[in-house]
């Protein structure tokens, strides 16, 4: 006779060596890992602290992103216009910030900005039943644009009073770890808590899943749409503050083409872009393979003309595994 | 009393009328099985009972008091549940998930509150255990077979204990062992004093575990009698319209 604890536990007869080693994560990490090895040996300026820096901050303004995208895409959609609603949220910050405002106001407004961008995707997806590749699409130009607007198409280097506040939040460091690396760990950790233990979470994986399924049991899908499309827009919306404190001037072209990166990380650290699967460690993997390949580019001498290159091929790399997979089971 | 009776249910959109005056009643652990041909208008009734869209008119009574539905929840809140025919189940997410989906249960730790997996997992164990399925609550769906599929589906159902379920063509797509036992879940959900309401296709199951028989033709209700003073012949007649009405 066995018991109901009996039945619980005889799911899934498999070591946890052999669950761990079944995961794309996994395999992502270990090519990040072996290609930042091959970097140390075959080039004498990868393992610097001066690039690692470098590398560790590109890579957490991918993942931070990367971070909301793969929510997005576990969901079923897509999200074009984050490189977009980066400029937006930085020159909303560093307009207004030239204005006089403290960083402490012009902060939250940028954020503002970036989350209205996204409850827009959000509504026109959810509520208009427009397909997501089309209303992102319409937004990633819209957003630019408004940036421009904003800006009067100017450089802006003078941050008002809270200039040095502002640089030190984005590009500055604390314990020899540069900040935008501490936003993306406290930002993993609580998204990844956030898939696995809230209801917010299961509901997401379960619109990306079968979204009539999602429907029928009485999900609010419509307002679950407009959030994650919100939460997409605001890692945008954060990264774009950190990123205009790192370089200490912002223009309009910032964060163009960001969204093939960001997808491409969140693809590869596992997002379904059919729906239903991804985590936010995969993300940030995907996110630090990604940088590292880039990094490794530019120091053995490749024109960054290849980047486009490397990056289209990698999406197509990873979505083509995940056909593979699918196909075996 | 009635358990569920439907007066007069109209549903039109446009011009087009997709029911038309349909009258039913169920009583207390009876097996209604609902007939009728592709498009006489059983998953617009099974929808409108499951409040995921209202009546253009009419009026539906659970136990003889008058209901509203604006969405499946409030159908649910009346004890009203359904297994679609494609199941609605999410592949990515184990048996237990599914079986809770849109009615997680929670625990708080201080401020926060998430989802109690444990508790979750051992409800759904016991809920399986009572349908005499082998479903293992952890596995993904993903891996299930035909028969587990609608284990898990059924199971969703029984987690509020409910007055009515409705299973709309539960044995299309299974094979013939798990047709028998997908009937022998009706029967045991019947002698629990649930109603069940069955739309199916097939002839052979209707008749074997309902106690009255409806058939829509075209929107229309054109017979509601009892399953021992009907035959499948007249039944067939009814569906196609040989037969004007029984």
Not at chain 1, 57 to 74: H, L, Q, S, W, Y
Not at chain 2, 90 to 109: H, I
Request: net charge neutral; with cysteine.
């Amino acid at each position: 006779m066995t018991t109901l604890d009996d039945v619980i536990a005889r799911s899934e007869h498999r070591s946890w060596i052999s669950r761990v080693s079944s995961r794309q994560l996994f395999w992502v990490f270990i090519a990040a890992v072996l290609a930042c090895l091959a970097l140390s040996i075959l080039t004498d300026s990868f393992a610097t602290e001066r690039n690692l820096f470098n590398v560790a901050r590109n890579f957490a303004f991918v993942g931070i992103i990367a971070i909301g995208m793969t929510t997005v895409i576990a969901s079923g959609g897509i999200d074009l216009s984050v490189g977009s609603t980066v400029v937006l949220s930085a020159m909303v910050i560093s307009v207004t910030m030239e204005g006089g405002m403290p960083f402490l106001l012009a902060f939250p407004l940028a954020l503002l900005a970036a989350l209205l961008v996204g409850v827009l995707n959000g509504v026109l997806v959810a509520y208009a039943g427009m397909p997501p590749f089309v209303v992102t699409l319409g937004t990633l130009s819209a957003a630019r644009s408004l940036a421009m607007v904003l800006s009067d198409n100017k450089m802006i280097w003078n941050f008002g009073p809270d200039h040095d506040l502002l640089i030190w939040v984005g590009g500055g460091s604390t314990l020899g770890i540069p900040h935008p690396l501490y936003v993306l760990a406290a930002l993993a950790l609580v998204m990844s808590l956030v898939f696995r233990w809230t209801r917010w979470g299961q509901h997401l994986l379960a619109i990306g899943s079968n979204e009539n399924a999602a429907i029928l049991t009485g999900i609010p899908v419509r307002r679950m749409k407009v959030s994650i499309y919100g939460v997409s827009a605001l890692t945008a919306g954060l990264a774009g503050v950190l990123m205009a404190g790192w370089l200490g001037s912002v223009t309009t072209n910032l964060g163009q083409g960001m969204e093939l990166t960001v997808i491409a990380a969140a693809v590869i650290g596992g997002a379904n872009l059919a729906g239903g699967e991804g985590s936010a460690l995969g993300a940030v993997v995907g996110a630090l393979l990604i940088e590292v390949i880039r990094n490794s580019l530019i120091l053995l001498g490749i024109s960054t003309f290849w980047q486009g290159m490397f990056i289209g091929t990698f999406i197509v790399v990873a979505v083509a595994f995940d056909r593979v997979r699918h196909f075996r089971s | 009393m009635s358990r569920l009776s439907l007066h007069s249910i109209s549903k039109s959109y446009g011009a087009i009328h997709a029911l038309s005056h349909v009258s039913v009643t169920v009583e207390p652990g009876e097996v209604l099985g609902l007939m009728g041909d592709n498009g006489a208008g059983k998953t617009t009734l099974v929808k409108i009972i499951a409040g995921n869209f209202p009546p253009s008119t009419g009026e539906i009574r659970v136990d003889d008091q008058p209901v509203t539905f604006h969405n499946p929840r409030d159908a649910q809140r009346h004890g009203i549940e359904v297994v679609y025919q494609d199941l609605a189940l999410c592949d990515n997410l184990s048996a237990a998930s599914n079986v809770f989906l849109g009615r997680e249960t929670m625990r708080s730790l201080g401020p926060l509150r998430y989802i109690d997996y444990a508790k979750m997992n051992r409800v759904a164990a016991e809920l399986f255990r009572q349908l005499k399925s082998e479903t293992r609550p952890r596995d993904l769906v993903r891996r299930m077979s035909g028969g587990q599929r609608q284990a898990v589906a059924i199971a969703r159902t029984l987690l509020s204990e409910p007055k009515i379920v409705i299973m709309d063509e539960p044995t299309a797509a299974i094979s013939v062992r798990q047709v028998a036992e997908v009937l022998d879940v009706i029967r045991r959900l019947r002698d629990h004093g649930i109603s069940v309401i069955l739309i199916s296709h097939r002839m052979p199951d209707v008749f074997g575990v309902s106690d009255k028989i409806a058939v829509l033709r075209r929107g229309e209700l054109v017979a509601s009698k009892r399953a021992d003073q009907s035959s499948p012949e007249e039944v067939t007649g009814l569906i196609t319209g040989a037969i004007e009405a029984a």
